[in-house]
């Protein structure tokens, strides 16, 4: 039931910037865990952000952290990801995903591992390159 599709990816030169989003709809949940990964040809799903519905802080891979921003509208039920001074290894696909912290915990335990998230968007390209 619960759907993510996302949008806002594309082609942009190094050091410059791209707004993610991803719309999430039929969520049975109050309050739940939001992902953005990432997935270049030939390499794992990796982890990139991710933020708690009812949370305050949210989690950033090393690789994202000064860069990118998370960020979740309760309202438009959308969560976003500003990116900034992207970089040529940033170029990969780019997913949202949801799932439903164990237990209803207000944090998102292994937030950074794909096999957590159970419900994903289609994915949005982003290509980074001169």
């Known amino acids: 039931q619960v759907q993510l599709v996302e949008s806002g990816g594309g082609s942009v030169q190094p050091g410059g910037s791209l707004r993610l989003s991803c719309v999430v709809s039929g969520s049975p949940w109050r309050h739940y865990c939001l992902g953005w990964f990432r997935q270049a040809p030939g390499t794992v799903r990796e982890g990139v952000a991710a933020i708690h519905t009812g949370g305050r802080q949210p989690y950033y891979a090393d690789s994202a952290k000064g860069r990118f921003t998370i960020s979740h509208d309760a309202a438009q039920k959308t969560v976003s990801l500003q990116m900034n001074s992207l970089k040529p290894e940033d170029t990969a696909m780019y997913y949202c995903?949801?799932?439903?912290?164990?237990?209803?915990?207000?944090?998102?335990?292994?937030?950074?591992?794909?096999?957590?998230?159970?419900?994903w968007g289609q994915g949005t390209p982003v290509t980074v390159s001169s």
């Open positions: 995903a949801a799932e439903y912290p164990p237990g209803g915990a207000w944090y998102c335990p292994r937030w950074n591992n794909a096999n957590e998230f159970g419900y």
